[in-house]
């Protein structure tokens, strides 16, 4: 599975909701739930770093399509093989293809 841009915000979105309402229980709590307010801020913490984090995996190159719905590397024609030593249609084009 590839990364992509749109899975990144989905994961960006609920990490710094979730991060924020956790930061923010820490900030205002008290009576009873003050005992968790570490918990909270090491939850909001890691929640937050977590989503920021996550923005900064690289994303693959682009791929484009041939005809024949296969995948080819970007700026390589469709059916044309880099490698000569590789079986196929190596260094052939459409025009001169038998």
Known sequence: MSLNRTAKGIVL????????????AA??????????RNLALVLGAAL?????????LPEPDPQ???RAGG???????????????RPGDAG????NRP
């Open 64 to 66: 484009t399509t041939d």
């Open 13 to 24: 979105v609920p990490t710094l909701l979730l991060g924020g309402a956790f930061l923010a």
């Open 48 to 56: 937050l770093a977590a989503g920021l984090l996550a923005q900064l």
């Open 27 to 36: 900030a205002w709590s008290d009576g009873p739930a003050a005992a968790n």
């Open 71 to 85: 995948f080819t590397a970007k700026g390589k024609p469709a059916g044309m093989n880099s490698d000569p030593d």
């Open 92 to 95: 052939q084009t459409a025009e």
